[in-house]
Structures are given as structure tokens and as C-alpha cells.
């Protein structure tokens, strides 16, 4: 396979302009370029078009999707995990349009469930069980109770964005010394995307937080989907920065 960008353009139903953007910043770029400067795209090419396709349509950022596509972290696991949580939107829409069409027919009975939102809030939030038996009582549960409460689906939406993009960050870094300065600043980043969304993450909960992920086998399950040892490498990165806040008091 070897298609201009033109072609490239009307195959997958996007711009020309949309594609000289991907090449821009380094998102998607053709693998062949002629001494005349025509961008020749190969099958391997257009594979990764339709991943990046995949993820722009799940809302993930095209910085995101840049960290995806182009590290060693496993994309079909993502896909996957995403592809769930859509085939539960999915259901909910068709339960809808189901009810849209009873009560046009007059045939309405009053029922509600259509619009419940439970399974996925019960997947986004998967552990709420294990924050309650470890902070129940705490000040930080009962403000991470009150702040979920008044999310909407755009602010999960957001949320779970934001989660994939920092899990990404450490998913690529994994095997970097845990004392780099973008180590670091990733689990600062993690550190305040908790105390932004849900509580106030201290230095001792982000320490318990990192031995959860790797003692509770669904923690580490779910972010060794992005690449194996990720549940590990987040724990010990959380270790180092607690031991050089405690040096630096």
C-alpha cells in the first residue's frame, strides 16, 4: 500500500489540513516522503490512522493518544478496558431510544430505568469499596464522598481522561530511575489529580495508596494493562518521593 495524502484524506474521512496537523506534532507521519515532498502512506501507516481514529472518538486527547501510540504501552488493553465502558453507554442509549419510541406510541409506563447510570459510575468508580474500609471515617472519604456526588458524565469524562493520560505518563517510564525529575513530576501530577477530584491526598495516603496497588491483585491488574510492572513502578516512584520530602524537612 502506498497512498498519497489525498487519498489518504478520502479513505478515512478526515482533512488534508487534519493530517498536516498530525504530522506537525509528531502524531502520525508518512513513512515515505519523495524528493518532490509527496507523503506516501504505507499500510502500517493507516493501521495507526485507525487507532488514533479509535482514540479521538473515546475522547482521548490527541497528547494522550501521542503517549499511546507511540510507546511500548500495550493500546489493545486500553482499547479493550474502553471498549467496555462504551458497550455500557451503549446499552443505556438503546434502552432510550426504546422509551423514546413506547411513548410516542402512547405506550409509556412510567419506568425510569432507562436513564440509570449506575453500571457505569460502578465502573468508573470500582473502588469505592476498598477506600471505604481503609478511610471510612476519615475526613478525606467523607470529602471524597461529597465532591463524586455532584460529578456529572462530563466531569467523569474529564476525570477518566486525565487518569489514562498520568497512567500513560508512567506506563512509558517505567525502567527510569525512580528519582528523575520527570519521574517525579509525574507522581506530583498524580498526587494532585486525587487531592483535585476526590480529597486531599497527603503523604501518608499516597504512600498507602501505592502499597494498595500492588497488594490488591485488582489494582494491579488494572494498571499492569497498560504495561507490565506499571502497578510496581508506581509504588516504588511513590516511596522515593516520600523519602525526599522527608530529607528535605
Partial sequence: MRLLIHQVALLAGVSVRTLHYYDEIGLLRASEISISGYRYYSRSDMEKLKLILYYKEMDFSLKSIKQIVGSSIDGKEILKRQRHLLALKRDRLNKILGAIDSFLQGEDDMSFTEFDMSEIKKT?????????????DSDEYSESNRRVKNYMKDDWSKIKEEDNAIISTFASLVGTPVGSEKVRETIRRWQHHISRYYYNCSDEILLSLGEMYVSDERFLATLDRYKEGTAKYINETIIEHIKRVKIQE
Avoid: L, P, Q, S
Wanted: aromatic share 16%; no cysteine; net charge negative.
Fill in 124 to 136: 468508573i468508580t470500582m473502588y469505592d469499596k476498598e477506600a471505604r474500609e481503609n478511610w471510612g
